[in-house]
């Protein structure tokens, strides 16, 4: 069964860093696009960043532009989403998802279980 299993939040002050990865069973999630989305409480989910199988393609919230760096290793069948400077306002839980088009991000076909980020002020 494909799957994709989230890690690396955790509880960080206003300014900190963290990163997240997402590993994906099955050698053919490599060639999907995958993408990062939050959901607050009380909020929609919503798209945060996302990267084409390739890595050549990869766009971002406007919210997280500049602070936030999504990257992948198809040799470890891992992308990642690094989150500097982070903001109260970041505190949600990430997913992690796959597409089989880079266009196609907005509507992923399978997710992960998610990770908490929480940012205190």
């Known amino acids: 069964q494909v799957q994709l299993v989230e890690s690396g939040g955790g509880l960080v002050q206003a300014g900190d860093s963290l990163r997240l990865s997402c590993a994906a069973s099955?050698?053919?999630?490599?060639?999907?696009?995958k993408g990062w989305f939050r959901q607050a409480p009380g909020k929609e989910r919503e798209l945060v960043a996302a990267i084409s199988w390739s890595g050549g393609n990869t766009n971002y919230a406007d919210s997280v532009k500049g602070r936030f760096t999504i990257s992948r290793d198809n040799a470890k069948n891992t992308v990642y989403l690094q989150m500097n400077s982070l903001k109260p306002e970041d505190t949600a839980v990430y997913y992690c998802?796959?597409?089989?088009?880079?266009?196609?991000?907005?509507?992923?076909?399978?997710w992960g279980q998610g990770t908490q980020v929480t940012v205190s002020s």
């Open positions: 099955g050698r053919a999630f490599v060639m999907y696009a």
């Open positions: 998802a796959a597409a089989l088009k880079f266009s196609d991000i907005d509507d992923p076909r399978t």
